[in-house]
């Protein structure tokens, strides 16, 4: 069933036979001060960790590099239909840009090993941030902007950062998002203050800044431009974190994920070319954000460290200003390769079903589309590949991962589809499925998906400032693996289909949020009594968030009117992002006789999937309940 014509099998055998020789083979695309004295190291950290004893720059290896042999060549090219802008930036440029960036960090006080919140939109100036915090060995921690001021401030006070970058506004389609009094309410919020914060003051909006605290950005940059300040790469240890990006948990408390200098560097540029397919000075685009991981791996550091073009699209699939969008960046710019998220694809297909706009641009250096960030349905893949007439492949990983953990590696040779499946492991991860007792499932059977450790380069190593916390998420549950918390099987193949999580994490539009973190601002409402959110599958966006409400005895309330400060209550404390849009209320949540809640079935009924009553519920009545309510309004499958 498999391709003769792919490498992949040679390749990932050559990985399992020696995976410390693989790896010091990667290593050898990436410029190192110092080079490791081991590849792998067994003792070291939780479960080993790599490339220790190197030195190294990531901001050298994505900019200083290339300059001499590609300076002229665009680095980053800025697409804006928001704000009407494009602005190629060279490589010469960026290191322009970002040393003298550097040198105003240095000049705010931060230093090696100090954390710099980036709370800011999809602009240049947010990947001039990452690179010249990378630059001076500061860590990074980028909040998206679509999180409110509580969400910003839990990650500060995580973080505790020296000093926070941030920009008057983002744009969303045709409204202008004011960030700043959002970091102004984080910063009165969080008990960590940061000495000082750097802000760009976009042309749609001027902040006010606070007297003591605030930097105009441009202002600083020009005074360092005009004294010729520019701050040098400083070296630091492969082992040493390049950032921290929370990422939700089961609580309301996000997880800090830690990512480091040398394994990174060396897995992201390894996927570049064997997995996505795309040689240095081609143009690449990412269309997510960099507050997300995709963006971090794969709108900065991957393209960079791989000498492409990295494209910056601040827009959307659709209405900025229509679905030929992304068709018009594809063409504008030569990209070969595109990745986003299923979401932007279905949000195509719906308002252009036809494709007719397509027609309009010219994709001839179009090579690939890879998905990823949610299930990859089958409808959406086969809609994208008669359309494009290009390879469309869904991959799986996750923010923890850093980089694909399966695809399907054009790199190397595509094998055959199967839609549905994000395909095979990559080097460096083993999978296997297990069952609740830790055994090995076998062929066709659902389970958990874990990743037996060693987890290659360029995964997490540990939680920020919470080993304990990484070794129960992650890896007590089944000693020896990692596990994703997806569940799924592989095949007869050894393909792996990703079904959906373990944990009560849910998918909206491929953005990743707790249903617990929810059910806490739910909680928090005088009139709720108890609560229970689940991901209701949605055309558009894969799931929505629901949630169901079981009000105080003596409320005399309406409930549609508590209903909608629950809407708006889950937008303040959470933000947009979560797309939590209904409410419903009940009286009384489905529970099984220990009190625990049904929040399995009452998804299946939702969804109108087939659902059967728990042999352990309390009071069946209650489902039948969800289920009338649920169709009342129109919903329920
Ligand atoms: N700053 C402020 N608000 C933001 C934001 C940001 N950076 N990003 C999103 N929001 C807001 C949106 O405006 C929206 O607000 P609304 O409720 O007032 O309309 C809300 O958060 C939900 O955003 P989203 O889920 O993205 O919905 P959408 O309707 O704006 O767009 C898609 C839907 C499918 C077009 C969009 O999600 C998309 O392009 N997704 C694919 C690419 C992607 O980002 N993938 C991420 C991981 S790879
Ligand atoms: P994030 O950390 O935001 O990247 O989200 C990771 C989660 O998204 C994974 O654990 C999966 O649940 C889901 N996911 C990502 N990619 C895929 C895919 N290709 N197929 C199925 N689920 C996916």
């Known amino acids: 069933m498999l391709s003769a014509q792919s490498r992949y099998h040679e390749v990932y055998a050559g990985w399992k036979s020696d995976p410390e020789g693989f790896w010091a083979e990667a290593a050898r695309e990436i410029d190192w001060i110092r080079p490791a004295d081991k590849v792998f190291d067994s003792q070291a950290g939780i479960y080993g960790r790599w490339f220790v004893g190197a030195q190294c720059n990531t901001c050298y290896n994505a900019v200083d590099r290339h300059v001499a042999t590609r300076g002229d060549q665009a ?42 919140v980036i709370y800011m939109p999809m602009i240049p100036e947010t990947t001039f941030a990452m690179l010249a915090c990378a630059r001076i060995g500061a860590i990074h921690s980028v909040v998206f902007g679509g999180f409110a001021a509580k969400e910003l401030a839990t990650r500060i006070d995580d973080a505790k950062p020296k000093a926070i970058l941030s920009a008057s506004c983002g744009i969303e389609g045709a409204r202008v ?7 102004d309410e984080a910063i009165s919020l969080s008990k960590a203050k940061p000495e000082s914060c750097l802000v760009f003051q976009r042309p749609q909006l001027d902040a006010s800044l606070v007297d003591g605290r605030d930097l105009d950005w441009a202002g600083a940059v020009a005074q360092a431009r005009a004294e010729g300040r520019k701050a040098d790469c400083v070296p630091v240890e492969a082992t040493d974190p390049l950032y921290v990006l929370y990422t939700s948990g089961t609580t309301g408390i996000p997880k800090g994920v830690v990512r480091d200098n040398g394994g990174h560097m060396v897995a ?43 494209i910056l699209y601040e827009g959307k699939p659709v209405g900025t200003p229509d679905a030929g969008a992304y068709w018009r960046v594809i063409a504008d710019h030569g990209i070969v390769t595109l990745f986003t998220a299923p979401t932007a694809f279905r949000a195509i297909k719906k308002e252009d079903p036809g494709a007719d706009l397509l027609k309009k641009y010219d994709l001839s250096a179009f090579r690939a589309l890879f998905l990823a960030g949610e299930r990859a349905d089958p409808d959406t893949v086969k809609w994208a590949e008669d359309i494009l007439g290009t390879p469309v492949i869904d991959h799986w990983w996750q923010t923890e991962t850093g980089w694909p953990v399966a695809g399907n590696p054009l790199g190397l040779g595509a094998l055959p589809v199967k839609h549905g499946s994000p395909t095979v492991p990559m080097p460096g991860y083993t999978l296997d499925v297990l069952d609740e007792a830790g055994k090995s499932v076998g062929p066709n059977k659902m389970g958990s998906i874990v990743i037996k450790l060693p987890l290659p380069p360029g995964a997490l190593p540990t939680l920020w400032n919470a080993d304990e916390r990484f070794r129960d998420s992650y890896l007590s549950v089944y000693p020896g693996y990692y596990n994703t918390s997806d569940a799924g099987y592989l095949d007869q193949d050894g393909y792996i289909w990703v079904m959906g999580r373990t944990d009560d994490i849910i998918n909206v539009a491929g953005h990743r949020l707790s249903t617990g973190g929810m059910e806490e601002v739910l909680a928090s409402h005088p009139a709720v009594a108890e609560c229970a959110v689940i991901g209701m599958k949605d055309a558009l966006k894969g799931e929505v968030p629901c949630g169901f409400v079981v009000l105080k005895s003596g409320i005399d309330r309406s409930p549609e009117e508590i209903e909608a400060e629950l809407v708006a209550l889950v937008r303040e404390k959470i933000g947009p992002v979560a797309a939590f849009k209904l409410a419903i209320t009940v009286s009384r949540l489905p529970k099984t006789r220990s009190g625990k809640i049904l929040r399995g079935t009452m998804k299946k009924i939702a969804d109108g999937d087939e659902w059967s009553t728990p042999a352990t519920i309390d009071d069946p009545m209650i489902l039948t309940e969800i289920g009338d309510v649920l169709r009342a309004r129109g919903l329920a499958g």
């Not at 680095?75 to 494009?86: H, L």
């Open 268 to 310: 992201l540029k390894w996927s570049m070319g064997h997995f996505f397919g795309v040689k240095p000075g081609e143009v690449f685009w990412a269309a997510s954000d960099v507050g997300w991981v995709v963006g971090h791996s794969y709108i900065v550091y991957g393209p960079l460290l791989h000498g492409c073009t990295a």
């Open 75 to 116: 680095a980053i090219i800025y697409d804006s239909p928001v704000t009407g802008t494009k602005r190629a930036i060279t490589y010469a440029e960026l290191q322009a840009e970002v040393a003298t960036l550097a040198a105003v960090l240095q000049d705010m006080g931060v230093t090696k090993g100090d954390r710099v």
């Open 177 to 183: 998002i004011p960030y700043k009094p959002l970091l």
